[in-house]
């Protein structure tokens, strides 16, 4: 993502951001950074009906900006698409303020948010993230089984699907040969497939992953292919595989894969890594009822209040999900939350709910800490208030505006505006 230009205030978060959205990944950033009662602008396309004085009708389409106040989002990571909707803010010739209108944002056109509440820490983390260049694609993984197979671009920020791959395979019999000719005609499937996802200019790391043998077969398939010498620029590849084991070829099966110390050693340094492993310490410690775990948007509330979720070693694992919230109160809430764990220098880990990782944390309800020190039956306090009660937002609920933009070095102007440049 493209930052072009940017107009934010240090003190209130007040102003706007023009962005332009250069590849499929820059969309799900925009769909994290776009929030209901936001201002959105950008172009579109509209069918205009035009009466002249005779009385007959012509419709054209029209190329205009729209500005509209979102009340909803629609996002196909598949496709990498978004479609925001909202009321028309700002009226024009040809569209009514107020009417109903949905912009479809796309790659390689600007679009400039303005936010209704200010721009938040969140906000500003998640725009910093969208901006920074060195967040790109991270892996490409194979999840399969014998006749089955699932191929994955895994980034920073989402797990995508990007084709699956079914062949009906026989049943082995002795004397026949059948299942091992559908097994080569189901790797060349495969192979033919990922070949067309991948850019072997620039290889990113494969993982392959299945139950069995069925992977390492696969790996095998691809190094005697690469050895043939018909297609150099996958010989840059087979250094760069894994061969893992999963408990099955679909895709559930990935977040244990990642959480592999095979794959993990070689993953370290990725955000997606070190969120699996958090959980898993997380699940550890709940397994051996451990009081350092909790989990549930009081219990958390009441451990970041006592400090308990600070330096050393104190993490608040909570989902980007929360901050889409259609309530405004809700989303402050949570934002305050993280501003005072970064208060207290604790660690505050944003998952995403489009990661494997992220999914384990939304079935505990986006929202979970491992603690500095433990705190025993936190939850038997939650059950004498109201779990449901949205913390108090202060007077202005904008909370600390200094908290809001830690790590964004330099001011420019008048009105001290953030520089994320």
């Known amino acids: 993502m493209r930052l072009i230009k940017h107009s934010i205030e240090r003190k209130?978060?007040?102003g706007s951001a023009t962005l332009l959205p250069?590849?499929?990944e820059d969309m799900w950033h925009a769909y994290n950074l776009i929030r209901p009662t936001d201002l959105l602008r950008a172009s579109a396309i509209r069918k205009v009906i035009s009466e002249s004085g005779s009385g007959s009708r012509s419709n054209e389409r029209v190329h205009m900006t729209l500005t509209i106040r979102v009340t909803k989002l629609d996002f196909d990571p598949q496709a990498a698409q978004l479609h925001v909707s909202g009321r028309v803010a700002e009226e024009n010739?040809?569209?009514?303020?107020?009417?109903?209108h949905t912009l479809d944002l796309e790659l390689q056109r600007n679009f400039t948010l303005e936010k209704a509440e200010g721009w938040d820490s969140v906000a500003l983390d998640t725009l910093?993230?969208?901006?920074?260049?060195?967040?790109k694609a991270q892996l490409w993984a194979v999840v399969m089984q014998e006749g089955l197979a699932n191929i994955c671009l895994i980034t920073d920020h989402q797990t995508?699907?990007?084709?699956?791959?079914?062949?009906n395979l026989p049943k082995k019999r002795a004397g026949s040969t059948d299942h091992d000719k559908s097994l080569h005609r189901f790797f060349q499937t495969t192979f033919d497939s990922l070949l067309r996802q991948l850019d072997l200019a620039n290889p990113k790391p494969l993982l392959l992953a299945s139950p069995g043998f069925t992977a390492s077969s696969f790996y095998q398939f691809i190094k005697t292919q690469a050895s043939n010498g018909a297609n150099k620029p996958l010989q840059q590849l087979v250094p760069k595989i894994t061969v893992a084991h999963s408990a099955s070829g679909h895709l559930h099966s990935l977040a244990e894969v990642l959480a592999s110390p095979a794959v993990t050693s070689k993953l370290s340094d990725t955000k997606f890594a070190r969120e699996t492993q958090l959980m898993d310490r997380f699940f550890e410690l709940i397994r051996k009822d451990d009081a350092r775990a909790w989990y549930g948007p009081r219990e958390c509330e009441l451990a970041v209040e006592r400090g308990a979720v600070g330096k050393g070693g104190g993490v608040l694992l909570i989902s980007n999900s929360l901050f889409r919230s259609q309530d405004i109160r809700t989303r402050k809430r949570w934002v305050k939350l993280v501003d005072e764990v970064k208060e207290g220098d604790g660690e505050v880990r944003v998952f995403s709910s489009m990661h494997e990782s992220g999914r384990r944390l939304e079935g505990l309800g986006g929202i979970a800490a491992i603690l500095t020190w433990p705190i025993e039956d936190l939850d038997e306090e939650v059950e004498g208030g109201d779990q449901d009660e949205p913390a108090e937002d202060g007077a202005d609920g904008e909370g600390d505006a200094d908290g809001g933009?830690?790590?964004?070095?330099?001011?420019t102007g008048h009105d001290e505006e953030i520089d994320f440049l």
Request: charged share 30%.
């Open 128 to 135: 910093k993230e969208a901006v920074n260049q060195d967040a």
């Open 22 to 24: 250069e590849e499929p």
């Open 405 to 411: 933009v830690d790590g964004i070095e330099g001011v």
């Open 160 to 167: 995508i699907l990007r084709q699956r791959v079914e062949v």
């Open 93 to 100: 010739k040809h569209v009514k303020l107020g009417s109903f």
């Open 12 to 14: 209130t978060g007040a």
